[in-house]
């Protein structure tokens, strides 16, 4: 069965949600982080996921998380 447009928002919503509480438990904050309303306009597609720009230190932090230890 296929998604309603309203449970498409939902998702995407609560996508951006987790990864908002996920990124900042590790210190990284993505102040562009949205779900983007265009697509969230289209139907039959899935909502696209802004993660947005951010600065030069926000990037190299978010790096250093996905690198993890070594």
Sequence with gaps: ???TARERVRAAEEAVRQLREGLAR???T???LRMDPLTAADEG???LVELG???LD???RLAAVLEGPR
């Design 1 to 3: 069965m296929a998604l």
């Design 26 to 28: 590790v210190g990284v």
């Design 30 to 32: 993505l102040p562009s």
């Design 45 to 47: 597609a899935l909502p």
């Design 53 to 55: 720009r951010c600065n």
């Design 58 to 60: 926000t990037a190299l």
